[in-house]
């Protein structure tokens, strides 16, 4: 299997990797370059600059949200609590229980909500990511909301797009906006759910289920990286299954340039990357708190 670890640092279709031998010359700093492998993932980090005021864990704020028809505690959530950061992880609208019960935009701002608990409990930065759908939501949430301080995204999932395209929820999606049209989307009616290769028979409101499931609308990730309106920090880690359905270009070559950019690729399936991530989301996160000071600078 081939392993990546890239920063995106400019023009969308540069990716560079920081080493001796490439910048012995050019007249930039050369800094020390570790390859960690874990878990079938490789990630390049430098060693960190001393600084009084860098931030402690428990300055920054983790939000880590589960992946479709899953619950709560979401992706790493108690390593990160035990580790000392702030962590919330809150139960989203596609957990096994809520199934869809409110509009995808209504489930952002129960984030957004979650966000300012955090800042308010002394939060200096906080982090939004999540497995799965979860990934998807903490991409929607930036697009919205746009107050994130970095990104999380492990093996990214739920792809209306691509399901309307190729036919699989284009009669339902079409009768859900017949629906609206008509006045008529507080009305439930049944669809498929897809989650990876497993499918369920669901109710919803009409305007709920086109909140998720409109293939341009918040669920499509590649339409919500192009609508970041601010460069943070994004780490994007795909299971062998994206690496196979989507690829580096379908959401990390979309995102706006940040040069602590991170795309991984795993060699483990999609259910088991985000554990399998944990000591490379722990470096990501050393990464980019590394620049970020107590006053908020950074």
Not at 265 to 274: L, N
């Amino acid at each position: 299997m081939q392993v990546i670890s890239s920063m995106r640092t400019s023009g969308p279709n540069l990716l560079t990797a920081w080493t001796p031998a490439s910048l012995a010359g050019s007249g930039m700093p050369v800094r020390r370059r570790f390859l960690v492998a874990s878990a079938g993932l490789l990630m390049s980090t430098f060693v960190p600059a001393a600084s009084a005021a860098r931030l402690t864990h428990g300055d920054i704020g983790l939000i880590l949200m589960h992946g479709k028809w899953g619950r709560t505690p979401g992706p790493l959530a108690p390593y990160f609590e035990r580790e000392g950061y702030r962590v919330s992880s809150p139960e989203m609208p596609w957990s096994g229980r809520r199934l869809y019960d409110v509009e995808y935009g209504a489930g952002l701002d129960e984030v957004h909500r979650e966000v300012a608990t955090l800042r308010a409990a002394g939060a200096k930065k906080v982090i939004v990511g999540g497995t799965s759908f979860g990934a998807n939501g903490a991409l929607a949430y930036q697009a919205v909301h746009g107050d994130a301080d970095a990104l999380i995204l492990l093996a990214p999932g739920h792809m209306p797009g691509g399901w309307y395209g190729s036919g699989f929820t284009r009669g339902e999606v079409d009768q859900a906006e017949t629906l609206s049209r008509a006045g008529k989307g507080d009305e439930r009616f049944s669809f498929t759910d897809y989650n990876q290769s497993n499918s369920r028979r669901l109710s919803a409101r009409a305007d709920v289920y086109l909140s998720y499931f409109f293939p341009r609308g918040l669920g499509n990730m590649k339409v919500s990286a192009g609508r970041l309106s601010r460069p943070v920090p994004v780490l994007v880690v795909n299971s062998a299954n994206e690496v196979k359905s989507q690829g580096r270009s379908f959401i990390f070559e979309a995102l706006p340039l940040h040069p602590k950019n991170v795309y991984l690729e795993s060699s483990m399936e999609h259910g088991a990357a985000a554990d399998g991530a944990r000591a490379d989301v722990q470096r990501f996160i050393d990464s980019v708190t590394d620049g970020w000071q107590i006053d908020g600078a950074g």
